[in-house]
């Protein structure tokens, strides 16, 4: 039983779902922002950021490029280290927990977490891609 459940586990499709599944949030973001493009520009002024439409034009080709490279495999790394400072940027912009309203405190500290899980799988993503498995 441990034979064929470790070769169901490290089966080449299940890394293609886990890298999918990894960038699903980045590729919904990018889209969405696609979508609705004022919104987009919207999101960027909400949060104080000009000029808003070309950050968002910047924030759609980063979650939208990155997410490609990482799914593709080319620059794999280089991509992940992108999502990863990305989402560091984006917690600390539209998470800020420390400074919510008490009603709003728990929620916003959970999303600012979660992010950083991200965060974490953006890096090991990285790491095991330039070669950090032979490194150990």
Not at 1 to 26: D, I, K, R, Y
Not at 36 to 65: N, Y
């Amino acid at each position: 039983m441990g034979n064929a459940l470790h070769a169901a586990a490290t089966a080449p499709w299940v890394q293609s779902l886990a890298l999918l599944c990894l960038c699903a949030a980045f590729l919904q973001g990018g889209l969405d922002k696609v979508r609705d493009f004022r919104g987009a520009v919207a999101e960027m002024r909400q949060f104080g950021l000009a000029p808003a439409a070309p950050i968002a034009v910047a924030t759609i080709a980063l979650q939208l490029g990155a997410s490609a490279l990482i799914v593709s495999g080319w620059y794999r790394w280089a991509g992940a280290l992108a999502l990863a400072a990305f989402t560091v940027i984006a917690a600390f912009l539209a998470d800020r927990f420390w400074a919510a309203p008490q009603a709003e405190r728990q929620r916003t500290a959970n999303a600012f977490f979660e992010h950083w899980g991200l965060v974490g799988g953006m890096l090991l993503v990285a790491w095991h891609d330039l070669g950090g498995l032979r490194a150990g």
